[in-house]
DNA sequence: CTATAATTGAAAATGGTTTTCGATTTCATT
DNA sequence: AATGAAATCGAAAACCATTTTCAATTATAG
């Protein structure tokens, strides 16, 4: 109810510039506060988070969290305002849009059937990627993970 | 390629037992250890982890992820192995399961025309159940938080 | 210009999860 | 049983993205 004052400030705008200009790439919080600092445009890390806390709770940008827990979140700038489903490559993270009748059938389909109403701006689908999926489906996933362990 | 050998402890067992027994009921990795201190079978804090990792990667369990970092991930003993989608509640929690033909067709669809092969075992839906839509839709849950909030 | 309230940011705290490492347990082989 | 190699255990410490603290700064209204 009560609605808190609110102050324009540079460090907000630098912060919704980078997404902005960025545009539907993804970034976590480190590499916003990297990018900013070495544009010249010093914003602290503490308000660098908060500015991206505020502007996922505007739906400014789209927030995703990553499986494994402990990993960063990485943020994206979210353009277009009406809804569709997102499904990301659980191998190289690639992240595509599904905008067709599909997704909306579909999601008639859960309302009238399940009785749930989808959320397509928190949804997001976990899948394969066709070049992921010809990679021999994860085999090459699992040679990273190996050389990652090697090199420590 | 190299697999590791397993031994069988009752450690283990107690941990997958747990989750059994709870059959489609979500815990914490911390509720697991306290239940399992409470019922006499005391496990190490360490070794519920390294037993609900394990048994995450086997498809044994299912780990939810929540949005809001930070807060603790939850696990909920798998039981049924064949594949089909899930949509939760982000207001309630509840897990619905979606067996059926839609699903299939969506899945093809994603397939013939994205590019992508959707994993089922990692993607869960989310939305809005029916009741907690009835409740006015999310006024509930922001009451809930503000309670929260002014408890602190 | 002044008062009030929001914002900043460096440093410290937080908290779920992972790592460390020595002690213990499992299991295959004598 | 006995032995040994390898996996597991678990308490404590480390980790690390994110949040909180709080004093200094800055934005806005009057």
Redesign the interface.
Same mark, same amino acid.
């Given at each position: 109810m009560l609605e808190r004052k609110r102050y324009k400030t540079k460090q907000q705008e630098a912060v919704l510039a980078f997404f902005q200009a960025g545009q539907e790439r993804c970034f976590t919080a480190e590499e916003a506060y990297a990018h900013l600092g070495e544009s010249g445009m010093d914003v602290g890390k503490t308000t660098v988070y908060r500015a991206i806390t505020r502007l996922c709770e505007e739906g400014v940008l789209r927030?995703y969290?990553?499986?494994e827990?402990g990993d960063a =979140?990485f943020y994206q700038y979210n353009s277009c305002k009406d809804n569709h489903l997102h %499904?990301r *490559?659980?191998v190289c993270g690639e992240l595509?849009h599904?905008d *067709?009748e =599909?997704v909306e059938g @579909?999601c008639r389909? %859960?309302a009238s059937?399940?009785? @749930? $109403? !989808?959320?397509e701006g $928190?949804?997001v !689908?976990?899948? !394969? *990627?066709?070049r992921c =999926?010809s990679l021999e489906g994860g085999q090459a996933r699992r040679k990273e993970k190996q050389q990652e362990e090697a090199a420590r």
């Open positions: 927030r969290t990553p499986a827990s =979140a %499904i *490559c659980r595509a599904m *067709c =599909a @579909f389909h %859960i059937h399940h009785g @749930f $109403q !989808l959320d $928190q949804t !689908l976990v899948g !394969l *990627c066709g =999926a």
